[in-house]
């Protein structure tokens, strides 16, 4: 019997093109882009605005049951307001890995994603969507790059939006961490699925990549 929708599941680490190539994946073949990294970093936003210790579980795991997080046309919104940029900022990424890595706050974001997947075609991005959120996902990928590469990458973003006082060394050092702790947590740990198609994307262009993914999702469908 044929499937009414279809999802890929995007997993990798931080910096190697996910969302990029993804959200344009999404356009080409019609379908929705979810980005789960953002919903832990809006997650991060309201405890950074609140002023919780990120170290706070039971206050963080409280505050997420007060917490609407909602996409709209691939803009993402915190409790009614949208958030696209502010989620960006660095301190986000210097706080996000802790929270993402609080057991229970991913049971609940896991258990919208799922809702998500249920009601259409997607293509989702993270660390644990092959692995623990869509297992049965039609297609799976492995997206990375040296780091080296998604050091640059990040360290150019950031001086674009006008963020001061970084250096390169120190966004490889903070990637560094963050792969990490993505991949040693004890819940979810980033990694790849036997059954994912690795795409490194150290040397391609964008489009080289969306075509990748693409060609095998038409080659098959
Ligand atoms: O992809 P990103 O940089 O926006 O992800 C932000 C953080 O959230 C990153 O440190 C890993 C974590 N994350 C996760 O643990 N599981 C996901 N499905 C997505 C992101």
Request: aromatic share 6%; with cysteine; glycine share 4%.
């Amino acid at each position: 019997m044929k499937k009414d929708f279809f999802s890929i599941a995007i997993d990798g680490p931080a910096g190697a093109g996910k969302s990029t190539i993804a959200k344009k994946v999404a356009k080409e073949l019609g379908i929705e882009y979810v980005d789960t990294g953002a919903m832990y970093r809006a997650l991060t936003l309201k405890v950074l605005r609140n002023d919780i210790d990120p170290a706070n579980k039971l206050e963080i795991i409280e505050i997420l049951k007060n917490t609407d997080i909602d996409f709209n046309n691939n803009h993402i919104y915190l409790d009614g307001s949208l958030v696209d940029d502010e989620i960006r900022e660095n301190r986000i990424n210097q706080n996000v890995s802790y929270i993402a890595s609080i057991k229970e706050v991913r049971e609940i974001m896991v258990s919208i994603q799922q809702k998500l997947a249920r009601k259409k075609s997607v293509i989702m991005d993270g660390r644990d969507i092959s692995s623990v959120v869509l297992p049965n996902a039609d297609y799976k990928f492995f997206i990375t790059a040296s780091v080296e590469e998604r050091g640059t990458r990040r360290y150019r973003e950031l001086v674009e939006k006008g963020e001061k006082d970084i250096t390169l060394n120190v966004i490889m050092d903070e990637i560094r961490k963050r792969d990490e702790i993505d991949s040693t947590r004890e819940v979810a740990p980033l990694k790849r699925t036997s059954d994912s198609y690795l795409l490194d994307t150290t040397d391609k262009s964008i489009d080289e990549c969306v075509d990748f993914i693409v060609s095998i999702v038409r080659g098959r469908n």
